[in-house]
């Protein structure tokens, strides 16, 4: 089974569409002879409340179109079954967790998800959440605490 940490994705919360109109007031040195304008985001921001879930429900439906399908238990794992192959995701925030059986697959996935959203492939999984990830020879995986 491999194990890739992708993220975070850049500027993850800017991808967001919002579904509400939201209003701000004008950004400091934007220029406008009538101050009592407001502007009206169609895309989230940062620290914006809504852009956490406006970003979660883009990258969602995007994973549903690779043909992933939601978990029940566990709203921000995916997984992904064809034949003999399957891949897993886990979200958190703006950081994934990619494992799977068949590196081809899994390496088309992070090309894929890549073309839509700009993202950091950090590798092999060693470090999340606290939780340090080590690699045995032998395909294991010892998960520790010890930092």
């Not at 029940?72 to 003999?84: A, G, M, R, T």
Request: hydrophobic share 45%; charged share 20%; aromatic share 12%.
């Amino acid at each position: 089974m491999l194990f890739l940490t992708i993220g975070p994705f850049n500027n993850a919360f800017l991808n967001g569409i919002l579904e509400e109109e939201v209003y701000m007031t004008q950004p400091p040195g934007f220029v406008s002879s009538n101050k009592t304008r407001v502007c009206r985001l169609h895309k989230a921001i940062y620290d914006l409340k809504q852009a956490p879930r406006a970003w979660f429900d883009k990258l969602k439906a995007t994973l549903l179109s690779f043909k992933f399908s939601s978990s029940k238990c566990d709203p921000f794992l995916f997984v992904f079954s064809e034949n003999q192959f399957v891949v897993y995701i886990l979200v958190y925030v703006d950081d994934i967790i990619i494992m799977g059986n068949n590196t081809t697959l899994i390496h088309s996935l992070v090309s894929k998800l890549n073309s839509v959203f700009s993202l950091k492939d950090l590798g092999d999984l060693d470090y999340l959440l606290g939780i340090e990830v080590q690699r045995q020879n032998d395909g294991s995986l010892i998960l520790t605490q010890s930092k």
